[in-house]
């Protein structure tokens, strides 16, 4: 069953601009995973924040995790026109490493 | 990175045939895989685990007997949609790991399309 909730369901910002997506989760994990795809094409992995960590960065990418409030955000700064995509959320909470995937978030970022 | 590839990449068929999705590992050697449908604008739905050498283990409400899966070697698995009806049009993804609760590497999907 799908656990991860994304909002916002889409947004729209100019290029330049930050995107802040969020997502929640209902059980425990042992690492959460933001994934990208580019429309009708397979995921692209960004990056995996464990439980044990707060915050994650990779180059535009910032992850922040609240295992109290079981959610996650997804910041992408300076954003172009080639980000455009959908952005999803996994957890992997249990055993054989199942992920769980939200519902998303399409950001379209207008040059 | 890790590669998985998946043939074909788009398909379509006629209603009640059999239609058979590969996903390889190429470059490592995936002791999991993990199968995924993708409905139009909607999020991955995790359909089944498949382990070498051993039956899958498929999610709520996924049909064993209509979404054949078979992982013989440490690089392939395959998914057969059988007697394919339109509601099977969608979106399917592989997934491998090799291993460890860290990333997963997907395949780059197969869209099919049941007429």
């Known amino acids: 069953s799908q656990q991860g909730e994304e909002d916002p369901q889409a947004l729209s910002i100019q290029e330049g601009e930050n995107a802040t997506m969020n997502c929640s989760y209902k059980?425990?994990?042992?690492?959460l995973q933001w994934y990208r795809q580019n429309s009708g094409r397979g995921l692209v992995h960004l990056i995996l924040?464990?439980?044990?960590?707060r915050e994650k960065h990779s180059g535009r990418l910032r992850v922040t995790l609240d295992t109290s409030k079981k959610s996650s955000s997804l910041l992408i700064t300076a954003s172009r026109a080639a980000d455009t995509a959908s952005y999803f959320c996994?957890?992997?909470?249990?055993?054989?490493?199942?992920?769980?995937f939200g519902k998303g978030t399409l950001l379209t970022v207008n040059p | 990175g890790a590669v998985v590839s998946q043939h074909p990449s788009w398909v379509i068929c006629k209603s009640g045939t059999s239609v058979k999705i590969e996903c390889r590992s190429l470059?490592?050697?995936?002791?999991?895989m993990f199968w995924y449908r993708q409905f139009p604008k909607q999020s991955l739905m995790l359909m089944a685990t498949?382990?070498?050498?051993?039956?899958?283990?498929?999610e709520q409400g996924v049909e064993k007997d209509k979404f054949l899966i078979n992982h013989a070697s440490l690089t392939l698995s395959t998914l057969t949609v059988t007697s394919a009806h339109p509601e099977d049009s969608s979106f399917y993804i592989c997934?491998?790991?090799?291993?460890?609760?860290?990333?997963?590497?997907f395949g780059p999907g197969t869209r099919l399309t049941v007429l």
């Open positions: 996994a957890t992997d909470g249990g055993s054989n490493y199942k992920l769980t």
């Open positions: 059980t425990s994990i042992n690492n």
């Open positions: 924040i464990r439980s044990n960590e």
């Open positions: 470059d490592f050697q995936a002791t999991t």
């Open positions: 498949s382990n070498e050498g051993s039956k899958a283990t498929y």
């Open positions: 997934s491998g790991n090799p291993g460890g609760p860290d990333t997963q590497y």
